[in-house]
């Protein structure tokens, strides 16, 4: 049975965007548990007076928390808390990244930080369904060979197999969130490249395979990393000199 709403409170809006502080409140009560998933929230009426806020100004913090996936209103039930949409917020990431002034080379080296350590766990988590996933993103990779778009999709899903993996929920989200910059990233490096190159990235990604089939971390994560600073490598992102600092700092012998 879900809890009324009157077990838990809103507090007054003070300083920050109405939108922010309601998204926050609800984090809260989440957290606490005084709110769930599915539960209805107040009436507009008895938010706003809890809020501090006019009515209008509800609608418009609503309508934000709308499009972020947040809430949802449904006619006849009010607004409900729902499970937040990665696919909503992964583009809104990808607006706010390109907005900053999108670097290449520190994308990379945030998916080497986060791939390598889905690499690690998945050796040691991975069960056969998983492993049949990344074999068929493989096998997609040759048979598709003469399809651009093709086989850079099969390599984005190879990647994400891994992190699903690693069967950590929140390196999950965290690669989802991120996913619509990393997959224009692979059909860019793919589009830029010989074939000769990624017919190399192919061997790599075959050779990661077998490390994760066999439970074997300290290679998959060793071979994912030569695998994206290779590619960087390629693209002249990337000096011996910096070379060196990523083994150095990824602890890579």
């Keep these: 049975m879900q809890m009324g709403w009157e077990v838990f409170v809103f507090r007054t809006v003070k300083n ?15 957290i606490t548990k005084q709110l769930e998933l599915g539960q209805k929230i107040p009436s507009e009426m008895e ?27 449904k006619a006849g039930d009010g607004t409900v808390i729902k499970q937040a949409d990665p696919d909503k917020l992964k583009n809104i990431i990808s607006l706010i990244a390109v907005s900053y002034g999108l670097d290449t080379t520190e994308l990379y080296e945030v998916r080497t930080i986060l ?10 988590r991975r069960d056969e369904e998983d ?19 093709l086989t850079a999709e099969a390599d984005f899903l190879f990647h994400q197999a891994i992190v699903a993996s690693s069967k950590n929920k929140m390196l999950v989200l965290l690669m ?31 050779s990661l395979f077998h490390a994760i089939e066999a439970g074997n971390p300290k290679a ?8 994206l600073t290779f590619a960087q490598e390629e693209l002249g992102l990337l000096s011996g000199e ?6 150095s700092s990824f602890s890579i012998q």
């Design 47 to 73: 938010l706003s007076e809890s809020l501090g806020i006019s009515r209008s100004s509800l609608r418009e913090a609503l309508k934000v928390l709308s499009v972020l996936g947040i809430v949802e209103s």
């Design 16 to 30: 920050k965007k109405i939108f922010e502080e309601i998204l926050d409140q609800i984090q809260e009560l989440l």
């Design 115 to 124: 791939e390598m350590k889905a690499a690690g766990l998945a050796a040691v």
């Design 220 to 227: 998959a994560q060793t071979i994912l990393f030569e695998h």
């Design 176 to 206: 989802e969130l991120i996913s619509g910059l990393l997959g224009e990233m692979i059909h860019n490096t793919r589009r830029r490249l010989g074939t000769d190159i990624i017919k190399r990235f192919q061997e790599q990604h075959r």
């Design 242 to 247: 910096k070379k060196a600092e990523l083994h």
């Design 131 to 149: 492993l049949k996933a990344m074999k068929r993103h493989l096998d997609n990779m040759d048979s598709e060979v003469n399809n651009e778009t």
